[in-house]
């Protein structure tokens, strides 16, 4: 029998990361324990589609606001050159 705490009727791009990601873990679950009809299974499995593709585009996007930030954090630090700096290699010896 379905269980009604796992069927989430919001729209997946009303949900947080965190809560698709919840509700996708939990459908996996359901369809692992293999107790649904088919077509609940379906339809489960169906919504767990939707919600990994948008958990994978919202991740895709982060990750690309990350290297933006990196590449700005890169663009401003100050560039150091050391081949003008006096060798340290006689110390070791």
Do not use: C
């Amino acid at each position: 029998m379905a269980d009604d705490a796992t069927k989430d009727t919001r729209k997946v791009e009303d949900l947080s990361f965190k809560e698709a990601s919840v509700e996708l873990e939990q459908i996996v679950r359901s369809l692992e324990a293999g107790d649904l009809e088919l077509e609940e299974s379906l339809e489960r499995y169906s919504r767990g589609v939707e919600l990994l593709k948008s958990l994978r585009e919202r991740l895709a996007n982060a990750e690309q606001k990350v290297r933006v930030l990196l590449d700005a954090t890169d663009e401003d630090a100050p560039v150091t050159d050391t081949t003008a700096a006096p060798s340290t290699a006689y110390l070791d010896e």
